[in-house]
Nanobody, 116 residues
């Protein structure tokens, strides 16, 4: 069973930055994809950013140019650098990984709140 532990959420003013980190309990070389989803109050969970084992990245249009996803092989983590935050970025951010059997694992979520 893969365990994912997220950190880095919090309260920030509009225009500020946060960095989320998701540490896996096993080597991230076991995963062919990693990423972040978020869920705002009253809305469906949506993909924020995704990175493959080959380093290909994909972002939601709403975060392109502001967010950057990266993998840290030494720390077995996937990080999300979030800049120029706005209130629409508020939500619970969930880390996920997908292994080569296409099984997905999810973190517990971390709250991000952006005040105007």
């Amino acid at each position: 069973q893969v365990q994912l532990v997220e950190s880095g959420g919090g309260l920030v003013q509009a225009g500020g930055s946060l960095r989320l980190s998701c540490a896996a309990s096993t080597s991230i070389f076991n995963f062919n994809a990693m990423g972040w989803y978020r869920q705002a109050p009253g809305k469906q969970r949506e993909l924020v950013a995704h990175i493959t084992s080959g380093g290909t990245t994909n972002y939601a249009d709403s975060v392109k140019g502001r967010f950057t996803i990266s993998r840290d092989n030494a720390k077995n983590s996937v990080d999300l650098q979030m800049n120029s935050l706005n209130p629409e970025d508020t939500g619970v951010y969930y880390c996920y990984v997908r292994d080569y059997t296409v099984r997905a694992y999810w973190g517990q979520g971390t709250q991000v709140t952006v005040s105007s």
